[in-house]
């Protein structure tokens, strides 16, 4: 057996790892790198050596930084079955198409401001996903798969966003454990990390909060309500740049609870991003993917049936939510603020100093995302200077992903003194006390991979 690491290596995005076991190749994701356009673009356009020839993929969840590379290896002649879950098979669909016809539209914006060399092409268009997702096997939790030469693998609710899955892979007597992203326990719509059922031979595990402890979930909803608030109090706008699937949804989730309970007057809320009504649509085709207290507060009731939410799909639409004036709550992709619609949003608010951006979530290092969050006072957009006089903050605890503690709770069933772990999807500074965590935890090895190297047992 041989794991090649081909992604979120000492990194967060760009999820991608290629086992082969009895001489069947198997990958784990194929995700899109998500940081500085240049550095994605080549590591966006780069594939495995025989990538193509694998003779499967097994998709953990259809984030961008999980699937969003599966168009460049099926443009590459990649043919095999590509298995998620049911509702995973239909968040990438959405995911992949708002991806194309965001690169398409970003590239148009960039060629009419003059600077068609930074984006020379996109890196796939919407005519590729058809081809991706005619290769989609839909298996549902807990139902064991063969792929062949003695290699099964089943997929287990992971809690993150809907449809996530881990995944446990099997062959002979052994047992590898891939992790995908881990969800937070206690958080509104989805249900907790489901246990994992026993020890394994290895692991490869997410490590995106390994070394960060989030503030408790009740803490989150004052939080978030305090930041509304503000903008309410002074008519401005709050910007939320978010990954589309996942965090709209709890933040949408959030401010209609507000507004329900009567802790905020109604504001107009806009989804920016031409995924969001089929959004909507797919969480209410997988209700049996909502944990207990959820069906419970929405009955019948669809679950952002009552918000006094506009979806934005088209282009001008999006360009009538720049002129719109607070208080209103915009939410947008991209969550690094390198591309997408948040960008012209940001444009408009950076100098107001009573407009808010709110993060919500993991942004990568080395994009504007990040640099505002770090509270830089300049910022480039589109090629130009602005002095940034906008209020910034993050509500981490908002994360659909598991901190140290949680993701420790999650691996304790898996871990034994057999256990070699890989930690991934993380920075080095958090993945690299995670993994100490894990050897102290008892495992007999764990390490962080660097990108393209091999681990072979
Ligand atoms: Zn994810």
Redesign the pocket.
Known sequence: MHIEFCGADRTVTGSCHLLEINGLRVFLDMGMYQGPRQEAERINRWLAPNAATADALILS?G?L??CGKLPVLVRGGFKSAIHCTPATAEVARIVLGDSAAIQVEDVQYLQRQGTPQAAPEPLYTPKDIPGVLGLMRRIPYGQKTDLGKGVSFTFFDAG??LG?AYVLVEWESKRLLFTG?VGRYDTPILRDPQAIPGAVDYLITESTYGNTQHAPMSEVGPQFLDAVRFCVQRRSRLLVPSFAV?RTQTVLWYIQRFMQDGQIPPIPIFVDSPMGVEISKIHSQFRENYDEQTLAAIGTHDLFGTSRVTFASTTEQSKQINDQGGPCVIIASSPTCEFGRILHHIKQSVDRPDDLIVFVGYIPPNTLGRRLQNGEKRARIFDRWYDVRCQVRTIHGLS?HADGDELMRFLQPALNPRATAWVVHGEVDQAEPFSRRLLGAGVAAASLPEMQSIAEL
């Open positions: 969840h984030h930084d999980h993150h966003i996530s992203d996942g659909a």
